[in-house]
């Protein structure tokens, strides 16, 4: 069992940066693949960006070189650096664990307006 408490949300200009934390807590943290995905109104939840228990990095095609995921397995917690934010990443992001079953946090928003 993992439980997943996400934060750094919030409202930021376009052009702007914010960096999201997901805490974990339970054991086996370093095992899970981790990700981020997100939920627009109206919208399908998404896969953003996701990081596997090796390392290994993939990202939607909207936020390529543009959010870095990344995750230190001694503070059992995942990031997600967003910058050059625009409009259309408005949206609650979500934090998922999964090796065999697969987790989720309650989620926090993200607001990109002038």
């Known amino acids: 069992q993992v439980q997943l408490v996400e934060s750094g949300g919030g409202l930021v200009q376009p052009g702007g940066s914010l960096r999201l934390s997901c805490a974990a807590s339970?054991?086996?943290?370093?095992?899970?693949?981790m990700g981020w995905y997100r939920q627009a109104p109206g919208k399908h939840r998404e896969l953003v960006a996701h990081i596997t228990s090796g390392g290994t990095t993939n990202y939607a095609d909207s936020v390529k070189g543009r959010f870095t995921i990344s995750r230190d397995n001694v503070k059992n917690t995942v990031y997600l650096q967003m910058n050059s934010l625009k409009p259309e990443d408005t949206a609650v992001y979500y934090c998922?664990?999964?090796?065999?079953?697969?987790?989720w946090g309650q989620g926090t928003h993200v607001t990109v307006s002038s």
């Open positions: 998922n664990a999964q090796r065999v079953y697969s987790f």
């Open positions: 339970g054991s086996g943290f370093s095992i899970y693949d």
